[in-house]
């Protein structure tokens, strides 16, 4: 069967990173936006019979969903086989509850919208906090590739002697098994956050890794806040920031720069989303492994 990679919204590097692991070709997309902001987009290579696979940075997400409802609408009146979405990073999971009257549930009705116009999804370490796993709340099959084996073989190449730390409750799922593949200690924070700006974190006793250098690891970064006061609690108890890892770097405004001013000496990301300049931590290998298991079954 051919399988054709269509980039959504400038994902062209990792379009053709994913059409190269699967064996495919990338198919090109004309978009625009007429004068009124409405999209204009057209498939500009044969896809009847194909397995199409659109790729896309869901940062920032709103304009891009609309693209890809449109997208795989378009596909299957074009003929196409199955249209699966590869998105490293996940947008739409903060909101998995409702905490006060009257919200919406975001990541939920992401979900159902998403389930119904693609049929796969693949992604890199959703935001999984308070839904199990996707199966929960996706209806289509889905799948989640860690990033904890490629960000363990940096930390054993880069910093072997290394504390692997946790800014908060949250981070624990990442730093344990970080650390267990990395072979060192991990710790983690408790965190308690007063607005999008203002948090407190509190630790463990850390004295037996006084002199050890720190790897902060975190699944999403936007304001930075919180790396910001977990370098800064971590400096006055004499841990070494060696480096802040970051899953998916959202750095809105001038996060980077704070994280580095804060006493970070490295700042690492893996690249779910473009970040020029910055050390890159590659999950486009496994995550196309993971687009050939999904693709696989409606082959047969």
Same mark, same amino acid.
């Given at each position: 069967?051919?399988?054709?990679?269509?980039?959504?919204?400038?994902?062209?590097?990792?379009?053709?990173?994913?059409?190269?692991?699967?064996?495919?070709?990338?198919?090109?997309?004309?978009? =625009? @936006? #007429?004068?009124? +902001? %409405?999209?204009?987009?057209? &498939?500009?290579? *044969?896809?009847?019979?194909?397995?199409? $696979?659109?790729?896309?940075?869901?940062?920032?997400?709103?304009?891009?969903?609309?693209?890809?409802?449109?997208?795989?609408?378009?596909?299957?009146?074009?003929?196409?086989?199955?249209?699966?979405?590869?998105?490293?990073?996940?947008?739409?999971?903060?909101?998995? =509850? @409702? #905490?006060?009257? +009257? %919200?919406?549930?975001?990541? &939920?009705?992401? *979900?159902?919208?998403?389930?119904?116009? $693609?049929?796969?999804?693949?992604?890199?370490?959703?935001?999984?906090?308070?839904?199990?796993?996707?199966?929960?709340?996706?209806?289509?099959?889905?799948?989640?590739?860690?990033?904890?084996?490629?960000?363990?073989?940096?930390?054993?190449?880069?910093?072997?002697?290394?504390?692997?730390?946790?800014?908060?409750?949250?981070?624990?799922?990442?730093?344990?098994?970080?650390?267990?593949?990395?072979?060192?200690?991990?710790?983690?924070?408790?965190?308690?956050?007063?607005?999008?700006?203002?948090?407190?974190?509190?630790?463990?006793?850390?004295?037996?890794?006084?002199?050890?250098?720190?790897?902060?690891?975190?699944?999403?970064?936007?304001?930075?806040?919180?790396?910001?006061?977990?370098?800064?609690?971590?400096?006055?108890?004499?841990?070494?920031?060696?480096?802040?890892?970051?899953?998916?770097?959202?750095?809105?405004?001038?996060?980077?720069?704070?994280?580095?001013?804060?006493?970070?000496?490295?700042?690492?990301?893996?690249?779910?989303?473009?970040?020029?300049?910055?050390?890159?931590?590659?999950?486009?290998?496994?995550?196309?492994?993971?687009?050939?298991?999904?693709?696989?079954?409606?082959?047969?």
């Amino acid at each position: 069967m051919t399988t054709r990679v269509i980039a959504v919204g400038g994902a062209d590097a990792a379009a053709a990173r994913l059409a190269a692991c699967l064996g495919g070709t990338v198919c090109p997309l004309a978009q =625009r @936006r #007429f004068p009124d +902001g %409405e999209h204009y987009l057209r &498939v500009l290579g *044969a896809v009847e019979g194909a397995d199409v $696979v659109l790729v896309a940075h869901l940062h920032p997400v709103d304009p891009l969903l609309v693209d890809i409802v449109f997208l795989a609408d378009a596909l299957r009146e074009l003929g196409a086989r199955q249209v699966g979405l590869v998105v490293p990073y996940l947008a739409y999971m903060r909101q998995d =509850r @409702r #905490f006060q009257p +009257g %919200e919406a549930v975001t990541s &939920v009705s992401f *979900a159902r919208l998403l389930s119904r116009s $693609v049929d796969w999804l693949a992604t890199v370490d959703p935001h999984l906090h308070r839904h199990a796993a996707l199966s929960a709340i996706y209806s289509v099959p889905a799948l989640a590739v860690p990033s904890a084996p490629a960000i363990a073989r940096w930390i054993r190449a880069e910093v072997p002697d290394a504390v692997v730390v946790g800014p908060d409750e949250e981070s624990g799922q990442w730093v344990d098994e970080v650390a267990r593949l990395a072979g060192c200690p991990g710790i983690t924070g408790r965190k308690l956050r007063h607005g999008d700006r203002s948090v407190e974190i509190t630790w463990p006793a850390l004295q037996p890794w006084r002199g050890r250098p720190a790897v902060l690891v975190d699944d999403i970064v936007s304001s930075g806040q919180t790396l910001v006061t977990a370098l800064q609690g971590l400096g006055a108890q004499g841990l070494q920031a060696a480096a802040c890892v970051v899953v998916h770097g959202l750095f809105e405004q001038d996060a980077a720069q704070r994280l580095q001013a804060a006493g970070a000496s490295r700042l690492v990301v893996c690249n779910t989303l473009p970040q020029p300049g910055l050390p890159l931590i590659d999950v486009l290998g496994d995550l196309a492994e993971a687009a050939a298991r999904l693709i696989a079954p409606r082959q047969g």
